[in-house]
């Protein structure tokens, strides 16, 4: 008989998000597999293509880019975009010592929240769509995730625990995030290519549902008091159950004794 394939070279012990040879090819492979492309379209298409309408790039060729709202929750980023007048007030408020920082200043104040607010909604809308595309996730994706290994009970957070682990940054570290910062990478369908302002606002909800779900270096995301500050209770309630069901979908069902045949993982739905 042909002899049995080695396994999988095991993991490193804490994490994949490194830049070791393992993760790098776990990468390659998944922006390679068969049917990725149009997996990664129907969980990633809505918050794409709602970027895309945001900044006018369904109007005609000559229209620029920049015209929709920006996800950039950065004070400074925010204060360059004021207007001249307010721009102003803010540096006169702040060297006079009326407010301590450009961050608390209410001209800033108001942008950022605004910003927040659509932030949230597009990190929100993107775990939706992952959460209804992972039964129909592509063949590659999860065979990786099963054929990682079981680590010993001895391992940081627990041998399943840490499993577990894996698997999320699997999913969103090494595949997801990456293919919203960069689609065209990824075969995704865009109208053309991506102007800086767009690409900015995608990069900055991967870095929202990073801190979402992947912040932390156990099971429950340790969201920054600065991020804190632009996500909803609800989200940070909605997206770390919504990660632990997306990975009970990628790893084998195991029922518990006595439990029915609907073994779905589920999550709270927001109202």
Do not use: I
Request: proline share 11%; charged share 20%.
């Amino acid at each position: 008989p042909a002899p049995t394939p080695p396994p999988p070279p095991p993991p490193p012990a804490a994490s994949l998000l490194n830049d070791s040879l393992v993760p790098r090819l776990l990468a390659c492979y998944l922006r390679t597999s068969a049917g990725g492309a149009a997996w990664l379209q129907l969980a990633l298409g809505r918050v794409l293509e709602h970027q895309l309408q945001a900044d006018g790039l369904h109007a005609p060729a000559d229209a620029d880019a920049g015209s929709g709202p920006c996800l950039l929750t950065d004070a400074m980023h925010a204060y360059l975009g004021l207007p001249a007048a307010q721009k102003t007030e803010v540096d006169a408020d702040v060297e006079s010592g009326a407010y301590g920082s450009l961050s608390e200043h209410p001209n800033v104040v108001e942008v950022l929240s605004a910003r927040g607010e659509a932030l949230n909604g597009a990190c929100e809308a993107l775990l939706d769509d992952l959460h209804r595309a992972m039964p129909h996730a592509p063949r590659g994706l999860r065979s990786l995730a099963a054929a990682l290994p079981q680590p010993p009970e001895a391992e940081v957070g627990g041998g399943e625990g840490l499993r577990r682990r894996w698997v999320l940054e699997l999913l969103f570290g090494l595949y997801l995030l990456p293919a919203l910062r960069t689609p065209e990478a990824y075969e995704l369908s865009l109208p053309r290519d991506l102007p800086p302002s767009s690409r900015d606002n995608l990069s900055a909800v991967a870095l929202g549902v990073e801190q979402l779900v992947l912040s932390s270096g156990g099971g429950t995301p340790a969201v920054s008091d600065a991020a804190r500050r632009y996500f909803s209770p609800q989200l940070l309630s909605l997206a770390p159950a919504t990660a632990t069901a997306c990975v009970a979908e990628l790893l084998p069902r195991r029922p518990a004794a006595g439990a029915g045949s609907d073994s779905t993982a589920r999550r709270p739905e927001l109202r």
